[in-house]
């Protein structure tokens, strides 16, 4: 599985990334960028998990990657604030089964 974490500036999801790699599996993949970087990244994932501070950008990155078929949702504001790899780990894997 490949995820990528999507926040304001790309800074605050690389400590959520360090955090989920702890926990996931070797050949799980797990990146984080901006959101105005999402669009190098687009190729290469399988869910888009967005920041809580993005939720009002929610609908633009849904209808930028609806060709691609990735899947996209917002992170759980809770597992974010907490810095929760593992609930967000979970959050993604959850979504990539469906």
Do not use: F
Request: with cysteine.
């Amino acid at each position: 599985m490949k995820v990528l974490l999507i926040c304001a500036s790309g800074l605050s999801t690389s400590i959520l990334v360090s955090n989920m790699r702890q926990y996931a599996p070797r050949e799980d993949k797990i990146m984080a960028c901006s959101v105005s970087e999402l669009s190098a990244y687009l190729q290469d994932v399988d869910v888009i998990l967005v920041g809580p501070q993005l939720r009002h950008q929610l609908k633009d990155i849904e209808d930028k990657v609806a060709s691609s078929g990735q899947i996209v949702a917002l992170m759980d504001p809770k597992a974010y604030s907490r810095i929760d790899g593992v609930a967000l780990l979970n959050q993604a894997k959850a979504l990539y089964k469906k």
